[in-house]
């Protein structure tokens, strides 16, 4: 392959993945980070998509990506979902293999942006009505891969993983093993 095919190939992928974060809603500083295009080319992007886009379906959103973890954790069926999705990262590699204090700009990525749309995507076929919005789902590989506030653990009955405030307790099991144990409270 020439050197020009290659540079080529490689400013398609990243805009390729930028077309996927904005159909998914991404705001544009997560593109910029994740895909490395710049701003101006990213609003062309974003222009042409919603011009393609007949039936109005992309909202772009302003302001400040997500920063509270309470999110993922204030009711056991958010605890749920959040749970189902950072098990999908596991699978499909988006997370690293170690924590980073400093997340961002040691996990944003092409190769990794493409397992997090791929992750993001089988979330929302494998939950009914997916809570999760894409922002969400960035700040949550962000969040995980700090370790300092949420982390993953794994189910004291079934040891499915589950996702955990650091500092929460009386978080020990999934939302069904905590139905099926407080089913059987009664009983003894
Ligand atoms: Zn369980």
């Not at 997340?103 to 995507?121: K, N, S, T, Y």
């Not at 919005?133 to 949550?140: C, M, R, T």
């Amino acid at each position: 392959m020439r050197v020009s095919d290659d540079r080529y190939s490689r400013d398609r992928q990243r805009i390729d993945l930028a077309l996927r974060f904005i159909h998914h809603e991404a705001r544009t500083r997560t593109i910029r980070t994740w895909t490395g295009l710049t701003d101006d080319r990213i609003r062309k992007l974003y222009r042409s998509y919603v011009a393609d886009d007949a039936a109005g379906h992309i909202t772009r959103h302003r302001g400040k990506s997500p920063q509270q973890i309470t999110f993922f954790v204030r009711t056991p069926l958010m605890r749920q979902e959040a749970s189902v999705l950072a098990s999908v990262f596991y699978l499909l590699g988006v997370m690293p293999a170690l924590q980073v204090a400093d997340a961002v700009p040691h996990i944003a990525g092409m190769q990794r942006g493409e397992a997090l749309c791929d992750a993001f995507e089988t979330y929302r076929m494998l939950v009914p009505n997916p809570r999760i919005s894409f922002e969400h789902a960035v700040f949550l590989v962000t969040a995980l891969a700090r370790g300092d506030e949420l982390r993953a653990s794994l189910c004291g009955d079934c040891r499915g993983l589950i996702v955990v405030d650091r500092f929460g307790a009386g978080q020990r099991h999934c939302l069904s093993c905590e139905q099926s144990r407080q089913g059987r409270l009664p009983l003894g």
